[in-house]
């Protein structure tokens, strides 16, 4: 491995990519430079991001593989269209988030979380019969405790996120989990910037329902697993409809 002193050019040239990169990318996810449209040219990133033309040319190959633009030669480099960006790319998850109105985005996440979340779900609680995990079945629990008692919208949010993270690691597969892991920290961003104060409200009847998944798999009922957590995914894109 090679390490970089964090004063090097190295360093420096890197962390000016990760800015263009950022800026760049946040611009393009919020429509400022709307499919098959063409981008600045080097020359005038140069200038607008006051970098060298290496940097410039290091971030549109960064851009360029997460699917958001494309460059030919002696035409110049434009944006693709949307549905040919890596919605799983993290970084290209965190741009939506910091979108104003990240409405398609936010139903989108939704409804891939109802492919495969309710059969996370069933799937954990068939292990928990094969595992006896009562360990892991109790953290469940307590993360059920955590959102009932969560004393701010952060609280809430991260014990949310953990508990949603811990149903996908005891399902036991891994690609639930990396799958998994993206998208629900693309919606921890969200639940963090959203204006809902009325999780107060609501947490007591939100952890209930969550309980009921966590009894469902603790008991080793696949079908109750699944119900519960497609109530509960269902319920919370309802409710952040109607407050948004």
């Not at 434009?78 to 109105?101: A, C, G, I, Q, Y």
């Not at 609501?202 to 009894?215: Q, Y």
Request: hydrophobic share 45%; with cysteine; aromatic share 8%.
């Amino acid at each position: 491995m090679t390490i970089v002193a964090s004063g090097s050019p190295s360093a420096r040239a890197s962390n000016h990519t990760h800015f263009v990169v950022d800026q760049m990318g946040r611009a393009i996810v919020a429509g400022e430079y709307p499919p098959d449209t063409m981008i600045p040219l080097d020359p005038d990133l140069c200038e607008m991001f006051d970098v060298s033309r290496t940097v410039v040319r290091e971030a549109k190959k960064t851009l360029a593989a997460k699917g958001l633009i494309a460059s030919k030669a002696k035409v110049g480099t434009h944006v693709r269209p949307s549905d040919e960006w890596n919605m799983f790319d993290e970084d290209v998850l965190r741009w939506h988030t910091s979108v104003k109105s990240p409405g398609r985005f936010y139903d989108e996440l939704f409804e891939i979380r109802l492919i495969f979340e309710p059969a996370a779900a069933a799937s954990a609680a068939r292990r928990a019969n094969e595992l006896a995990d009562k360990a892991a079945c109790d953290k469940l629990f307590a993360l059920c405790d955590s959102l009932a008692g969560a004393n701010s919208r952060a609280d809430f949010a991260v014990a949310d996120y953990e508990f949603h993270h811990h149903v996908l690691k005891l399902s036991g597969n891994r690609f639930l989990q990396s799958l998994g892991d993206m998208v629900q920290t693309a919606l921890y961003s969200l639940f963090l910037i959203e204006a809902n104060e009325k999780f107060q409200e609501v947490k007591a009847e939100v952890a209930a329902n969550h309980r009921d998944i966590a009894r469902a798999i603790a008991s080793g009922l696949p079908d109750a697993a699944h119900s519960a957590m497609l109530k509960v995914i269902t319920e919370g894109h309802d409710r952040t409809r109607a407050t948004a």
